[in-house]
Structures are given as structure tokens and as C-alpha cells.
């Protein structure tokens, strides 16, 4: 069993992130993690066994796509439960079907989580990158562009909707970070009626249909220091989707590309949010 670690900035971040505050769509933090803290929640995710997660490969048209699928702790007949798509970032690439289990796939594993949110909760894996990028010169951000293997996770959410009638399919939700936050844009882009709510982290944004997720639930997240994918690109799509009064945008001023996720992995801030979104 995963015990919350009793520190003062995780429970100082748990209440920027969860208390809501009236009419606020950005907010800003300026906590820091120092190295001792970010290794003990790293390492209290990392230590939870993952054989909760059972092994799956999706097939459809020769093309087969690896996944990991997490089931809620003690089903009830007939109730309905939430169906979450967690996106994994370029360095967890591969078929192994084990290492696209990072830490935000991880948080779903602590006991807590579990029995508090239960759902199913499905990782697939990409043996490419899902999620290519350029430069807009218009807007002089970087764009994420979808791959060639992007909408088979479309066909997999279907199949699992079909294959588990247990759940709910105006309640699925989109995780991302970094290459998996841009591809998590690509499915509500691709398919926005699908999906109930997004959470994209530290990814590079998506034009392509800015329209089309005008209304639906998106918190972004990024850190001021990241240079990977760099900061401007989130503020750049939030100017794009300020009349969406369903929009969050969440700004760590001092964490960078490697730091952006600590704030969530031993708190319940992202099943909390997303659990009140329905489609």
C-alpha cells in the first residue's frame, strides 16, 4: 500500500490544485521540489507492484498496439465507472507492453486512489512517436502533429467500451505528458464527442480543431522552466480557448520538463478533477 509521504509541499500543492476558486481558469504556483522530495515520490510510485495491470495487445488491420489495462477493485454488477487513457512521453517508447507505465499511469495503482476513484484505466503503448513537431512561424510556438498510429486508440477506447459494458462512455478521460500530453490533444481534437475531459502536461499544443474542443473540459499544465517543450506553446493554445469557461490552465513557475508531474503523483488532484467532468 502506497502512504501519502507527510510533506508540507505536497499538501501545499493539493490545495492550489484542488480547492476550486470561483471564476478562476489560471492559476500560478511557485513551489519548488527539492531533490529528497521529488525521489520519495518517485520511488513510492515506482515500488507499487503494477501486476494490476493486465497485459493486452490491441489488433486491427495487421497493426498491433500494446496496452496495459487496470480494472476497478471490487466491480458492482450494473454500475457504471469511468474508462481513463493514460499517454506515456517519448523515452517510455517500445513493445515491451511495461515501460509506458510512468508515473501518472502509476498513481492509479495506490490504494487509495483505487478505492476512492475507481476505473478502468487503460495505458497503451507506441512502438514510434505518436506526436511530431514544427514550427509555427505564425504564432512562433512549436505544433504537434498527429502519427500514423494516433487514431488506433480510438479503435482500442471503442473495443473497451464494447468488450467491458461496465463503463461509463460519457465519462472517458485523456492523460498526457510531453509527447503523451500532445497525442492526448490529438484523440480530442480527432474525436472530440468521445472524450469527457483532457489533461494534457508539459505537451506540445494542437491547432488543428480549436474549435471543435471550445466547450469541452481541458486543464493544461505546464512548468515556466521547461525547455524541452517549451511554455509559450500552452499559453498560446489557452489564448486560443479563452471562451471555454470549462478551461483550466495551471502554471508552475520554477518546475521544468522533468519536475512538471511531482505536483500530482501522491495526491488525488487529477481523479478528482476529472471524475467531476461528464460529457
Same mark, same amino acid.
Given at each position: &500500500?502506497?502512504?501519502?509521504?507527510?510533506?508540507?509541499?505536497?499538501?501545499?500543492?493539493? +490545495?492550489?490544485?484542488?480547492?476550486?476558486?470561483?471564476?478562476?481558469?489560471?492559476?500560478?504556483?511557485?513551489?519548488?521540489?527539492?531533490?529528497?522530495?521529488?525521489?520519495?515520490?518517485?520511488?513510492? +510510485?515506482? %515500488?507499487?507492484?503494477?501486476?494490476?495491470?493486465?497485459?493486452?495487445?490491441?489488433?486491427?488491420?495487421?497493426?498491433?498496439?500494446?496496452?496495459?489495462?487496470?480494472?476497478?477493485?471490487?466491480?458492482? $454488477?450494473?454500475?457504471?465507472? $469511468?474508462?481513463?487513457?493514460?499517454?506515456?512521453?517519448?523515452?517510455?517508447?517500445?513493445?515491451?507492453?511495461?515501460?509506458?507505465?510512468?508515473?501518472?499511469?502509476?498513481?492509479?495503482?495506490?490504494?487509495?486512489?483505487?478505492?476512492?476513484?475507481?476505473?478502468?484505466?487503460?495505458?497503451?503503448?507506441?512502438?514510434?512517436?505518436?506526436?511530431?513537431?514544427? &514550427?509555427?512561424?505564425?504564432?512562433?510556438?512549436?505544433?504537434?502533429?498527429?502519427?500514423?498510429?494516433?487514431? !488506433?486508440?480510438?479503435?482500442?477506447?471503442?473495443?473497451?467500451?464494447?468488450?467491458? $459494458?461496465?463503463?461509463?462512455?460519457?465519462?472517458?478521460?485523456?492523460?498526457?505528458?510531453? &509527447?503523451?500530453?500532445?497525442?492526448?490533444?490529438?484523440?480530442?481534437?480527432?474525436? $472530440?464527442?468521445?472524450?469527457?475531459?483532457?489533461?494534457?502536461?508539459?505537451?506540445?499544443?494542437?491547432?488543428?480543431?480549436?474549435?471543435?474542443?471550445?466547450?469541452?473540459?481541458?486543464?493544461?499544465?505546464?512548468?515556466?522552466?521547461?525547455?524541452?517543450?517549451?511554455?509559450?506553446?500552452?499559453?498560446?493554445?489557452?489564448?486560443?480557448?479563452?471562451?471555454?469557461?470549462?478551461?483550466?490552465?495551471?502554471?508552475? %513557475?520554477? +518546475?521544468?520538463?522533468?519536475? !512538471?508531474?511531482?505536483?500530482?503523483?501522491?495526491?488525488?488532484?487529477?481523479?478528482?478533477? +476529472?471524475?467531476?467532468?461528464?460529457?
Amino acid at each position: &500500500m502506497c502512504r501519502p509521504l507527510k510533506l508540507t509541499t505536497f499538501f501545499l500543492v493539493y +490545495l492550489l490544485l484542488i480547492r476550486p476558486v470561483q471564476g478562476q481558469r489560471q492559476r500560478f504556483s511557485d513551489i519548488r521540489f527539492d531533490s529528497s522530495a521529488a525521489a520519495q515520490a518517485r520511488a513510492a +510510485l515506482n %515500488n507499487l507492484p503494477d501486476t494490476g495491470y493486465q497485459k493486452k495487445v490491441y489488433h486491427k488491420d495487421g497493426v498491433q498496439l500494446p496496452y496495459r489495462l487496470l480494472v476497478p477493485l471490487h466491480r458492482q $454488477p450494473y454500475k457504471k465507472y $469511468p474508462l481513463v487513457i493514460t499517454l506515456h512521453n517519448s523515452s517510455r517508447l517500445g513493445s515491451d507492453n511495461e515501460r509506458q507505465l510512468e508515473p501518472l499511469a502509476r498513481i492509479w495503482l495506490r490504494r487509495d486512489i483505487r478505492k476512492k476513484y475507481p476505473a478502468f484505466v487503460a495505458a497503451p503503448q507506441f512502438a514510434k512517436r505518436s506526436s511530431n513537431y514544427a &514550427m509555427d512561424s505564425s504564432r512562433g510556438v512549436l505544433e504537434a502533429f498527429p502519427s500514423a498510429d494516433v487514431p !488506433i486508440v480510438l479503435d482500442l477506447v471503442a473495443a473497451l467500451v464494447k468488450t467491458h $459494458p461496465e463503463i461509463d462512455d460519457r465519462r472517458i478521460y485523456i492523460v498526457g505528458y510531453s &509527447m503523451g500530453a500532445s497525442t492526448a490533444q490529438h484523440l480530442l481534437s480527432l474525436d $472530440p464527442g468521445r472524450f469527457a475531459a483532457l489533461v494534457t502536461i508539459a505537451g506540445v499544443p494542437d491547432f488543428s480543431n480549436t474549435g471543435g474542443i471550445a466547450d469541452k473540459p481541458v486543464w493544461l499544465v505546464h512548468g515556466r522552466e521547461d525547455d524541452e517543450n517549451p511554455y509559450p506553446g500552452s499559453v498560446a493554445l489557452f489564448n486560443l480557448l479563452k471562451k471555454n469557461r470549462r478551461l483550466l490552465f495551471t502554471t508552475f %513557475n520554477h +518546475l521544468n520538463h522533468n519536475t !512538471i508531474t511531482l505536483p500530482f503523483l501522491l495526491n488525488d488532484a487529477l481523479p478528482a478533477w +476529472l471524475f467531476k467532468q461528464k460529457r
